[in-house]
Structures are given as C-alpha cells and as structure tokens.
C-alpha cells in the first residue's frame, strides 16, 4: 500500500511540473580551460573572463564572470541576444538564437572577442565597449558596430518564464550589471576575453 501512494505521489508532482523547466547546469569546465590556455597564449587578462551561453534560455542567467584563480563563476546576469530577422523570417528569434555574422543582419554571432576600448554609448549608462572578433564566426563585430553596452530594457534579475528584449547583435546587459563590468574593465591593464557559445 505503501509504494502504491508512494507512486501516485510521484505521479501527482509529474503531472503538475510538466510545464516547470528542469534547471540544467551545464559543465564549463573546457570552456574555462580554453578561455585560461588563450589568455596565457595572447596576453590577456588571466585574473578573469567572460562567458555568454545563448543556449540558456533568454529570461535566465547566462552571461557569466569567472574567476581563474577561484576557478568559480564569481557572478552572472541576463543578457540578450540579436533578433537575426533582417534578412530571412526568424519566427522563433525569442526562444532559439540564430548566429550570423553578416552585416545588417541584427544576429548574434558566437565565437571568442577581445574586449577594446571604453567609449560612449546612447544607450544605458551611456558606456559602451568594443568588441573585436577573434575568430571568422565573428571578425565583422567591429564594423557592424556589435558592443558591450547596458539597456535600459533588460532586467538585473531573472524573469523565466518571461523572454529579455532582443538588440541587433548585441550582447545588451542591465544597466546595474554593466556598472559592474566597468568598473572591472576599467581596473584591468590587459585586454578581457569574452567568449559567445551556444
């Protein structure tokens, strides 16, 4: 009798969680070896980098701070991805990213960035960081004018189910967490990776 509750219980939580999403943690571990192995190679910052995962679901965390001498992930926010709808019909732009890295296209484009210079920016806190693309998947970032920038519309906290405002290519933070990254990015005397994945 015992197991036969014990299984309707179960049944029960099945049935009312079906449209609750499961949090998956996903091991970055190669990712923060390879970020780590760049950096030394290139002389970049080797205190810490950045790492975006446009698979994360668009209302969730997943512009990610990690510390390589912690080898911990030291902070995290939400950060959006670009709506790619310029140049083909992109009905699920909200919930997949499409990545290309065309000129006028508004797409994402994945791939490793140095992070340049500190500029100002129309948007947000009105401070702006360069991106140049390091890899083909993304060595027109400079000239379509892809940055690191805040935006009044994205949040500084989770709001799954609920999907963060798409840019044209940037990837767009809160304007508290972007305060954050200046004030990191400002401190440091060596170029930051950041490192777009999916």
Sequence with gaps: MRNIICLLFIGFLCCNNKDVEREVFRDYTKYHQEALAYSIKNKFNQDYYYLVDLSVHSGKNRFFIYDFKTNKIVDKNIVTHGSCDQFQENPDKWKKVV????????????????????????????????????????????????????????????????????????????????????????????????????
């Design 99 to 198: 990545f290309s890295d065309k000129e006028n296209s508004h797409c994402s484009s994945k791939g490793k960035y140095k992070i340049g210079k500190r500029d100002y920016s129309s948007w947000g806190i009105n401070v702006k960081y360069w991106l140049h693309g390091l890899e083909p998947s993304n060595k027109s970032a400079e000239k379509r004018v892809v940055v690191l920038h805040s935006w009044d519309a994205v949040k500084n906290e989770e709001i799954y189910p609920k999907y963060s405002p798409l840019s044209w290519g940037c990837p767009a933070v809160s304007n508290e967490f972007m305060k954050k990254l200046d004030v990191q990015l400002q401190k440091s005397n060596k170029p930051v990776l950041l490192w777009i994945i999916e």
